[in-house]
């Protein structure tokens, strides 16, 4: 393939013939590309995935189009999200760990596609979830992921020259940005054309849409991501960009990466796991559900306590940035000044957090894009009630986020909402 040749979207068909020539996809597939089995797998929601597999092994082709697969070209959106993605996918390996993301083999930004490690067995982490099952290592794997992205890609660490050249190349990924900025802050606190609701909530979101509190604090919290170029986020952090198997987590998926604040990573992955929690009854069919919710609460508490751990033994080993420095602690022996600060920014993101997490439940049952933790509920009268005990947990947590102190105070509000003993 000519190294500008202008962008042409892979088939099934056609992808043999104009990727046989790479050296490192004949490496990993084998020479004999008539041998090559190509299939289309993208579930996703905006771009085209392809599993190749050859005799020697298989890869993963990942490749933009120049619009929403979901909606068509009537919706347009920049091919350079696969640059962002691509980007994202390095500094998330180099910052996490090798085996922390899909191992990258090949990239072709004129044709929009990213070849990688095709990760198998692994499963989507939300259809997991929504089977019932529970992977052992995620609070573990992904609380790491999340400190040691976050804070490896701040001014906590990067020194600031590095940072701002970074924050420069990300700063045109302005489409992806946008999608989240309406999506997510806006588009679910009015009647935007594109939301959609299962219509028993009718009630319930007229009262969110007339909240004075919750709208105000779901603009403060689109100011602050927004406004807050912090570190590099992954920007799509859900069950759904995450695979697993008992032994292995990976991250998928981070196109929507952009400088944003930290607690939005963490707030709309716990978020998900927040939202599983509530569907669970819905999927009770099978058999209670009810060791499955306290694998549910207790993830989120270890993702939190995982996160925090690392995140403060960053701080002391690794804040080699200009934020917080060392000379002015550390280095006058007053080591616990450095510890007082550590404390200040943990506070400032766990309150951060827990509006992103509000926002992200509301927007996944009002918005456009909805979750199949919900969707895949088929008795509407009681996705209705699953979906409505996230959204008044969305409420609570984002307008109360300054006077909710702990983790296992949000998870026992959760469960007082599960009991319907909330009002
Ligand atoms: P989109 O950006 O369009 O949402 P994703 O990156 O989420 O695309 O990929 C869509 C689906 O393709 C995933 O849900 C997963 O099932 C599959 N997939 C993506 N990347 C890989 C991979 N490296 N290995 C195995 N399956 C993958
Ligand atoms: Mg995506």
């Avoid at 797998?41 to 905006?46: F, K, P, T």
């Amino acid at each position: 393939m000519a190294k500008n040749a202008s962008f042409e979207a892979l088939t099934v068909e056609t992808l043999p013939a104009r990727l046989g020539a790479l050296e490192t996809l004949a490496g990993h597939l084998g020479k004999d590309v008539s041998a090559w089995r190509v299939r289309e797998v993208g579930d996703g929601n905006l771009n085209l995935v392809f599993i190749v597999e050859g005799e020697k092994g298989s890869v993963v082709v990942k490749q933009a189009l120049p619009y929403v697969r979901l909606v068509g070209e009537s919706w347009p959106l920049p091919l350079k999200r696969s640059f962002f993605e691509y980007h994202a996918l390095v500094r998330q390996e180099a910052r996490a760990g090798k085996g922390s993301v899909p191992a990258i083999l090949h990239f072709d930004e004129a044709q929009a596609l990213i070849v990688m490690e095709f990760l198998t067995p692994h499963i989507i982490l939300r259809k997991e979830l929504i089977a019932g099952r529970q992977p052992p290592r995620i609070a573990e794997d992904l609380g790491l992921f999340v400190a040691r992205t976050l804070f490896r890609g701040s001014d906590l660490h990067m020194t600031a020259r590095e940072r701002k050249v970074d924050l420069a190349l990300f700063a045109d990924n302005v489409e992806l940005c946008d999608i989240t900025e309406n999506l997510v802050f806006t588009d679910p606190y009015f009647e935007a054309t594109l939301n959609r609701h299962t219509p028993a909530l009718d009630p319930l979101v007229a009262e969110l849409r007339a909240d004075r509190d919750l709208k105000v604090e779901a603009q403060r919290l689109k100011h602050l991501f927004a406004a807050n170029a912090e570190t590099l986020l992954h920007g799509d952090l859900h069950t759904g960009s995450i695979m697993v198997t008992d032994a292995d987590t990976r991250v998928i998926d981070p196109e929507f990466a952009f400088y944003g604040p930290m607690a939005f990573d963490v707030g709309m992955l716990l978020s998900n796991f927040w939202m599983s929690y509530f569907s669970q009854s819905g999927h009770e069919q099978g058999g209670s559900r009810e060791a499955m919710r306290a694998y549910l609460l207790e993830t989120v508490t270890g993702i939190w306590s995982v996160f925090r751990a690392e995140f403060s033994r960053l701080w002391r080993t690794e804040r080699t940035g200009m934020l917080y420095a060392r000379s002015l602690f550390e280095d006058r022996s007053d080591a616990l000044g450095a510890e007082q600060a550590l404390d200040r920014v943990l506070h400032d993101l766990w309150q951060d957090l827990l509006g992103f997490a509000g926002v992200e439940a509301h927007r996944r049952i009002l918005g456009l894009a909805h979750n199949a933790d919900f969707e895949t509920i088929e008795n509407e009268a009681k996705r209705a009630v699953c979906e409505a005990k996230a959204l008044r947990f969305g409420r609570h947590i984002a307008v109360n986020r300054r006077t909710i102190h702990s983790i296992e105070e949000v998870n026992a509000l959760a469960a007082l909402i599960e009991k319907g003993a909330y009002s």
